[in-house]
């Protein structure tokens, strides 16, 4: 088993940053895909990036944060980041922390085997 909890989440104003964590423990992440969801108001929990070890880090985004969001994380501290740049209205939302075992990173929700419970993220206009 693995335990994720997000932290960070806060309210900002267009333009302004903000930057996740997110704790695990249970197991090294070492060997984890690890990913970030988000949950914006009426909408489905969508995929917004993820990171796997391929000799380096390599890191996946959806195409709406590309150059605005940067995922990482520090193996030696078990943690996972997000920071988010240029933050919009339409960034508000729920942004979820995730792992799984799999030996591949996935943008599918179902793929995912663990969750953390949440982090409110609201930026406003």
């Known amino acids: 088993q693995v335990q994720l909890v997000e932290s960070g989440g806060r309210v900002v104003r267009t333009g302004e940053s903000v930057r996740l964590s997110c704790a695990a423990s249970?197991?090294?992440?070492?060997?984890?895909?690890m990913g970030w969801f988000r949950h914006r108001p009426g909408s489905e929990r969508e995929f917004v990036a993820a990171?796997?070890?391929?000799?380096?880090?390599?890191?996946y985004y959806r195409d709406s944060v590309k150059g605005r969001f940067t995922i990482s994380r520090d193996i030696n501290k078990n943690m996972v980041y997000l920071q988010m740049d240029s933050l919009k209205p339409e960034d508000t939302a729920v942004y979820y922390c995730?792992?799984?075992?799999?030996?591949?990173?996935?943008?599918?929700?179902?793929?995912?085997?663990?969750w953390g419970q949440g982090t409110q993220v609201t930026v406003s206009s």
């Open positions: 995730t792992a799984t075992t799999g030996g591949r990173v996935t943008m599918n929700v179902g793929d995912y085997d663990y």
């Open positions: 249970g197991r090294t992440i070492n060997g984890l895909a």
């Open positions: 990171i796997i070890w391929l000799g380096g880090d390599a890191e």
